[in-house]
């Protein structure tokens, strides 16, 4: 039987592949029988040890000003950050205002959850007349969960709404689970959690080849994190910091966490920036991807406004396609299908253009609504020939060859009608 921890430790990393990523769960109730417990508990991390009746912790408190940057983004309006009609694209049941807010990160054991996962590193911030104030909960052994957690818990409860980085999948998941596994009650937060990594992928998600935090930094935010340690090894670096007690990467890992929460509140400013005034402040792309979330929720005008600020400015074919796509399929819906047809048409006569869906919306327009028959023929074989040299697939060349069809017997009975 092994006697301690770092027994348990050296097991797991001799009978494992040095990647993967350790199981925690075998170490809950293991004690530390021959650790020196009294050097461990008085490291602080520049932070404060709290002591209370449930056990200790280390907490950190950090402030980024009203005149702090976070890469290219100032901070300066974090306080007065605009959240009346917000609803549409924060897809909360409720304004709010930047007081309600608390942003939450997790540094954990592993990096799949699971009941066997801690989130031994809890990080919040907070918007207040100073500026961001940061405040991270470190519990340096299991049996300072407890403690951490219920002290977190209680600062939760002071705010309205949650916000997070993918926190809607991993990070609010894995603290409801040690929170309830603590015998504590977790807080519900639906439809007050704004998890910025959707709404990032709704704006950047076809400009940006990932739409990670670490992307968004450096393509959106203008920040290079230097000497940051990769979230895969964070894991790993704990149960190592369990192991010699070293300090040098835990320190390195509380860092980490510290600028993932002022990373979420530059974005967030961001993020609230480009839709207050999407033309004023938003790049071709970005108009693109607020003029869709606009239209999902049937702010017509506004969509239409975006996606022909969009075209104005689009840098390339592609973008312009799309944005000229999307107004037109916008305008069948809302307006009706003729005030489509001028789009259809200058989509049909892009230069060099193989684009098989104006053909097949104009012939659609003829045969329904005009009864022009004979252009929607037209309209039609020019879609069946671009098929054909796209080889697209066979069950669209299929319905445009019974299109065809259907034209050719309409054209027939409107001859012999006419005589």
Request: hydrophobic share 35%.
């Amino acid at each position: 039987m092994i006697p301690n921890l770092k027994g348990k430790l050296k097991t797991l990393s001799s009978s494992s592949p040095s990647n993967k990523q350790p199981n925690t769960s075998v170490l809950e109730n293991t004690s530390r029988n021959n650790e020196p417990i009294g050097e461990e508990s008085s490291v602080d991390f520049d932070g404060q040890i709290i002591h209370s009746s449930e056990g200790t912790f280390v907490k950190k408190r950090s402030l980024y000003g009203t005149d702090a940057y976070y890469g290219s983004t100032s901070l300066t309006k974090l306080s007065t950050l605009d959240f009346t009609d917000s609803q549409w694209w924060t897809r909360q049941d409720r304004d709010f205002t930047p007081k309600d807010i608390v942003f939450l990160d997790t540094e954990t054991t592993g990096l799949s959850g699971g009941l066997g996962t801690y989130a031994f590193l809890i990080g919040l911030g907070f918007i207040t007349e100073e500026g961001l104030v940061v405040e991270q909960y470190l519990m340096r052994d299991f049996d300072e969960e407890y403690p951490m957690l219920k002290s977190v818990l209680d600062i939760l409860e002071n705010y309205r709404v949650l916000v997070t980085f993918n926190g809607k999948s991993f990070d609010w998941p894995l603290m409801e689970s040690r929170l309830i596994y603590s015998r504590l009650k977790p807080l519900h937060w639906e439809n007050a959690h704004l998890d910025l990594l959707h709404v990032s992928r709704r704006i950047w998600g076809n400009c940006l080849e990932s739409c990670s935090l670490s992307s968004i930094e450096e393509n959106i935010l203008g920040n290079v994190r230097q000497d940051d340690i990769p979230g895969f090894m964070i894991p790993k670096a704990y149960l190592d910091y369990l192991d010699t007690r070293e300090t040098n990467e835990m320190e390195r890992i509380i860092r980490h966490n510290e600028w993932d929460i002022a990373a979420m509140s530059a974005l967030l400013l961001q993020i609230s920036k480009l839709f207050l005034d999407p033309i004023g402040n938003g790049d071709a792309s970005e108009l693109l991807g607020i003029a869709r979330e606009l239209e999902r929720n049937d702010r017509i005008m506004e969509a239409a406004e975006c996606y022909e600020a969009c075209i104005r400015s689009a840098p390339n074919r592609s973008l312009k396609i799309e944005a000229k796509k999307r107004i037109a399929y916008m305008k069948k819906r809302h307006v009706g299908p003729e005030e489509a047809m001028d789009l259809w048409l200058d989509l049909a006569d892009e230069q060099g253009s193989m684009l098989l869906f104006p053909f097949i919306e104009m012939a659609k327009y003829f045969e329904h609504k005009s009864k022009d028959f004979q252009n929607a023929l037209d309209c039609t074989d020019k879609a069946i020939q671009m098929a054909k040299m796209r080889k697209t697939s066979s069950n669209l060349l299929e319905d445009l060859l019974k299109r065809r069809r259907r034209l050719i017997r309409k054209l027939e009975r409107s001859n012999k009608q006419w005589g």
